[in-house]
Each structure stands twice: as C-alpha cells, then as structure tokens.
C-alpha cells in the first residue's frame, strides 16, 4: 500500500510519500500488521498463508524451506534484511519456480478524460516496466489482448491517504499470486487533481517491486524506501531483487 504523508505539490520534483501500512503475510515478520485475505498487500505484507498443498491437490505438508542467518543470507544483499533491526526473523516470500515472461495488464481508466486517461496508463506502464529482466521479462498489455498473470485496476480513491496497493496471496506450497495492483487517478488531498503521472510512475514501480516480493529499503535512494525520495530504481533495488530470487522461496532469516 501507498499513501501519502503530506498535500502533493505538483510543482514540486515527486515530494509525495510513499507511506505503508501494517503488515500480515508477505512481510508480516518485516513490518506491522495487516489486511484480510483476498485483499492482501504485499507492499504491506496483509498476505495470509494458505495451507500447504500436495501434488494431488489435498491438504498436505511441504518440506520445511531452510533457516539462515542475516550475516550469511544478506551478506551483500541490498535491503533484504534491514527489517531485522526492528524484528528477530525475516520471511522471504516471492514468486516460486516461474518461468518465462510475466504479462500485466494495464488498462486505460477510461472514466477520466481521455488525455488525462492514455498519460496515467502510459505512466503506470513506465512504472512496471522499470523491473523488465529483474526477475523476469515483463510484457505490459494495454489493449486487453493477452491472458495476464495479473492486473492494474484504477480507481479514484483508495481511502484516506492511500495511492497505490498491491495486492497478493501466498502459500508455502504456492508461492506468491498477485491479485492486483490498485493505482488512484486524483490527489487523495484535491479529489478535483488528476494524480501527476510522475507520481503514478513511481508508485506502480514501488508496488511492482512489492508484487515481486521485495520489502522496504532503508536507504532514501531506492524506489522502495518507504517515503520516495528516489527518481528511478537503483542498483540497490536491483541486487535485493537479485538476492531475493537466489533465495528458496519460505527461507526465514533470523538475526
């Protein structure tokens, strides 16, 4: 989830915040409490777990994914573990054993105007895209023509100060789905100011790194520092993601 921490000021350079909620699943040991099942924030961790699945499709046990120290899992690794200053364990929950080119499916929100409507879609592609190859190839479908493993869904308002969700379930046996990434198209400040599409690039870069996994940075900047101050993905972003995904999916890191 993003929000924002203070009014937009449009002839500023991207001085919104990117603020987060609670968190429960996907970095419900990094950050605080969550959000219910089926509308789960992966930005945010609101991910409930789902019981482990055996291979006919019954509940079942899935082996046990390895426990590893900080000093060993993180050694070099960006961010990954920066959550551990404020808790004892780390749960790495990411997509699992998936091959080949992820497609998002990204909309125009045709009940805005329509020049206003085309420079939010293009600035959300933008935004998804600035993960091409990190892990995986990524194809933006903005005409509806393919099957996407998942969806940009508009709307005007999220509620209080909340710009951008992503949001995703995940099982141990699974691994992570993403349901949805949720942008707005105006201020949450000025319901009448269609959202800058520097803004909206930022925030769909932000919540698709927390599609892919990814928690908060603790360095102003990365794109997924919690209070933006960055302009674009960093190596830093790009390393944790690397580690991230030479990690076995369910692996707990513990201080």
Not at 2 to 26: D, Y
Not at 105 to 125: T, Y
Not at 131 to 148: A, E, K, Q, T, V
């Amino acid at each position: 989830m993003v929000t924002f921490g203070a009014r937009f000021n449009p002839l500023s350079t991207l001085a919104a915040l990117l603020v987060v909620g609670g968190v429960l699943g996907l970095l419900r040991d990094r950050m605080p409490s969550g959000q219910p099942l089926a509308r789960c924030d992966p930005a945010d961790g609101a991910c409930e777990s789902e019981p482990g699945l055996s291979s006919e499709g019954a509940t079942g046990t899935v082996a046990a994914a390895p426990t590893l120290r900080a000093d060993e899992a993180c050694r070099d690794g960006g961010y990954l573990c920066a959550a551990l200053d404020q808790t004892d364990r780390v749960q790495i929950r990411r997509w699992k054993n998936f091959t080949g080119t992820l497609v998002v499916h990204v909309p125009r929100p045709d009940f805005e105007d329509p020049g206003d409507a085309v420079k939010l879609q293009n600035a959300a592609a933008l935004g998804l895209r600035a993960w091409n190859n990190h892990p995986f190839p990524i194809l933006i479908d903005m005409r509806g023509n393919r099957n996407p493993h998942f969806s940009v869904h508009w709307t005007r308002s999220l509620g209080g100060t909340q710009i951008g969700a992503a949001r995703s379930r995940w099982s141990p046996a699974t691994g992570m789905t993403v349901l949805s990434i949720e942008l707005t198209t105006r201020s949450p400040f000025d319901p009448s100011q269609v959202s800058d599409p520097r803004q909206v690039r930022l925030t769909a870069a932000h919540e698709m790194g927390h599609a892919l996994g990814l928690p908060h940075s603790d360095s102003r900047r990365d794109v997924m520092y919690p209070s933006n101050t960055a302009t674009a993905v960093s190596a830093q972003d790009r390393r944790t993601m690397e580690l991230l995904y030479q990690l076995q999916d369910g692996t707990e890191i513990v201080r």
